[in-house]
């Protein structure tokens, strides 16, 4: 931690029940930090929809397991990690919901929605430990909000060392 | 607060007053039986209004999209009224927004279930 910083950190019991506790933990610090009411609901729905990728997917819905969520303030951004204890998923292999063959489809618009509202978004493998997403939102970017990802979007996969 | 959900009969459509969060778990749940209910009644024609939904996914999302396909499939058609801006704002980031017939006014909607009965 810098000093410029300030952190926020929370484990949460791996229930459904518990997106809408991160959703408000989330929507305070992004306040905190200064962002507007809009860009607090793009934050909040992009904590909401990791949360999700980390009770259901990640953590097979398994209650016996937890999810850590850690939040830094910085001058000029946002950082949140989201870690789960499950085997990871690569953001690479997942399609473009728009696309004409996609559009009816049921699922996969939730990492979009995240790479959309979120400036960076990266996801890292532990060890086999869990998987961690990192997204950040810069305060003051002057950026529309874009749609499902740009060049400054940075993912790595397995990186272990 | 979870998903609610009120059914009126107006004319031949009808209209489910949807309220709460459309979201993975119970909300997603209620509204696939709430279809699937409808569908089973011959209730085809439905009209979701969304005016009091406050908060929905990407799972919700994809709810309504396999609501839309699901009641197509079965000669029926769903429409969507009253959408708040952050469902609009959803839709129109996901390319959805071309796909459902959205509507403001629901005299229009409930109206617009004949025009396309009879086109």
Same mark, same amino acid.
């Given at each position: 931690?810098?000093?410029?910083?300030?952190?926020?950190?929370?484990? $949460?019991?791996?229930? $459904?029940? !518990?997106?809408?506790?991160?959703?408000?933990?989330?929507?305070?610090?992004?306040?905190?930090?200064?962002?507007?009411?809009?860009?607090?609901?793009?934050?909040?729905?992009?904590?909401?929809?990791?949360?999700? &990728?980390?009770?259901?997917?990640?953590?097979?819905?398994?209650?016996?397991?937890?999810?850590? $969520?850690?939040?830094?303030?910085? !001058?000029?951004?946002?950082?949140?990690?989201?870690?789960?204890?499950?085997?990871?998923?690569?953001?690479?292999?997942?399609?473009?919901?728009?696309?004409?063959? !996609?559009? $009816? &489809?049921?699922?996969?618009?939730?990492?979009?929605?995240?790479?959309?509202?979120?400036?960076?978004?990266?996801?890292?493998?532990?060890?086999?430990?869990?998987?961690?997403?990192?997204?950040?939102?810069?305060? !003051?970017?002057?950026?529309?909000?874009?749609?499902?990802?740009?060049?400054?979007?940075?993912?790595?996969? &397995?990186?272990?060392? | 607060? @979870?998903? =609610?959900?009120?059914?009126?009969?107006? *004319? @031949? +459509?009808? /209209? /489910? *007053? /949807?309220?709460?969060?459309?979201?993975?778990?119970?909300?997603?749940?209620?509204?696939?039986?709430?279809?699937?209910?409808?569908?089973?009644?011959?209730?085809?024609?439905?009209?979701?209004?969304?005016?009091? +939904? %406050?908060?929905?996914?990407?799972?919700?999302?994809?709810?309504? +999209?396999?609501?839309?396909?699901?009641?197509?499939?079965?000669?029926?058609?769903?429409?969507?009224?009253?959408?708040?801006?952050?469902?609009?704002?959803?839709?129109?980031? %996901?390319?959805?927004? %071309?796909?459902?017939? +959205?509507?403001? *006014?629901? #005299? =229009?909607?409930?109206?617009?279930?004949?025009? @396309?009965? @009879? #086109?």
């Amino acid at each position: 931690m810098t000093p410029d910083s300030s952190v926020v950190e929370v484990t $949460l019991e791996s229930d $459904l029940k !518990n997106v809408e506790v991160a959703e408000e933990i989330t929507r305070r610090v992004a306040g905190t930090a200064g962002f507007d009411e809009d860009e607090q609901q793009r934050i909040e729905m992009a904590v909401h929809e990791s949360m999700i &990728n980390a009770i259901w997917h990640g953590n097979q819905n398994d209650g016996s397991k937890s999810v850590w $969520l850690q939040f830094k303030i910085h !001058n000029d951004r946002l950082e949140i990690r989201v870690r789960d204890q499950g085997h990871g998923f690569d953001p690479s292999h997942i399609p473009d919901p728009r696309n004409d063959e !996609n559009l $009816l &489809n049921v699922s996969g618009r939730g990492i979009f929605l995240i790479r959309t509202f979120m400036d960076e978004f990266r996801v890292e493998n532990l060890n086999g430990t869990g998987t961690e997403v990192t997204m950040i939102k810069r305060l !003051n970017s002057g950026i529309p909000t874009k749609q499902g990802g740009t060049d400054r979007e940075h993912e790595s996969h &397995n990186t272990t060392s | 607060m @979870s998903m =609610k959900a009120t059914i009126r009969q107006v *004319d @031949s +459509v009808t /209209v /489910v *007053d /949807v309220s709460g969060r459309i979201t993975l778990g119970e909300g997603c749940t209620q509204l696939r039986e709430l279809i699937r209910d409808q569908l089973s009644k011959q209730n085809k024609n439905l009209l979701l209004n969304l005016a009091d +939904v %406050t908060y929905i996914d990407s799972s919700g999302i994809g709810e309504l +999209v396999s609501a839309f396909t699901g009641v197509s499939k079965q000669g029926g058609a769903l429409k969507l009224l009253n959408l708040t801006k952050k469902v609009h704002d959803l839709l129109q980031i %996901t390319k959805l927004y %071309t796909v459902f017939d +959205v509507h403001e *006014d629901e #005299a =229009k909607a409930i109206g617009s279930f004949s025009k @396309s009965a @009879s #086109a």
